[in-house]
């Protein structure tokens, strides 16, 4: 278990790393971090790595987390969606700080297990949905903020189209390899679309269509999960 000590060495270790959002910071407190994590790696939970979660994905470092949830500038009356949800822990910091999350993952095993976790932890405001987060939301468009936790080389059309054109944020990490991400930050003013350049990271590859979970690897922790390296 992990004890309050891990917790508050992580939040000064955020501090520290340069995060000075209040509400970010207790966002990141709040939502404990061990419940989307398998059995394993349980004494690492509150470290500040990134972590396997099976099928080759990982729960990103909370240093990325906070940074990524800092730059997107993100208020109580904001509909954010995230594309690549993952084990759901960035969708729960986000669920925190926003009206409500829309979220979107490929694997419907990593999925099915999210929506499990999230729903125990009591969240009412996070809609989920399986498939290719790449062609984004478009019932539900635009958003006012769009947080991408998986990396393409450049930024799919159908989310630029889906971004508020009233000062909507995207927060996207890039690159052509994985040695050469960076995380930017897109912010719409009606047709015109501004870009910053943020950090460099290393996200798994966005890629495209719906995973088919059904042959060998379920996703499960109790498995053999294969899990990608931490980055
Ligand atoms: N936000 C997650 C990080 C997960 S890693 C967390 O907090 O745990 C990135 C995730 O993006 C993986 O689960 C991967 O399956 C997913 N992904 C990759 N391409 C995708 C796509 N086109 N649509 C939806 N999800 C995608």
Not at 104 to 122: C, D, N, S, V, Y
Not at 142 to 163: G, K, N, S, W
Not at 203 to 219: H, M, N, T
Request: net charge neutral.
């Amino acid at each position: 278990m992990p004890t309050d000590a891990s917790r508050i060495r992580l939040i000064l270790e955020l501090r520290r790393a340069g995060i000075v959002d209040a509400t970010v910071l207790a966002a990141i407190e709040s939502v404990p971090r061990e419940r989307f994590i398998p059995e394993t790696f349980q004494d690492q939970a509150w470290e500040d790595i990134a972590l396997p979660i099976g099928l080759g994905q990982t729960i990103s470092q909370p240093r990325v987390v906070a940074m990524m949830t800092e730059a997107l500038c993100v208020t109580k009356r904001h509909r954010v969606l995230e594309i690549g949800t993952g084990s759901g822990y960035q969708a729960a910091v986000l669920a925190h700080l926003c009206r409500r999350l829309y979220t979107i993952e490929r694997h419907p095993a990593l999925l099915a297990r999210a929506e499990e976790i999230l729903k125990a932890l009591g969240f009412t405001n996070i809609v989920t949905r399986a498939g290719d987060g790449m062609a984004g939301w478009p019932e539900l468009a635009p958003f006012d903020r769009i947080l991408v936790t998986a990396a393409p080389r450049t930024p799919p059309q159908a989310l630029l189209d889906q971004l508020s054109p009233a000062g909507g944020i995207m927060v996207i990490p890039m690159g052509e390899t994985a040695d050469s991400q960076h995380l930017w930050r897109i912010t719409r003013t009606g047709g015109a679309f501004a870009r910053e350049k943020l950090a460099a990271v290393r996200f798994v590859p966005l890629l495209p269509g719906l995973a088919d979970d059904s042959k060998g690897d379920d996703g499960s922790w109790g498995n053999g999960s294969r899990g990608g390296a931490p980055r």
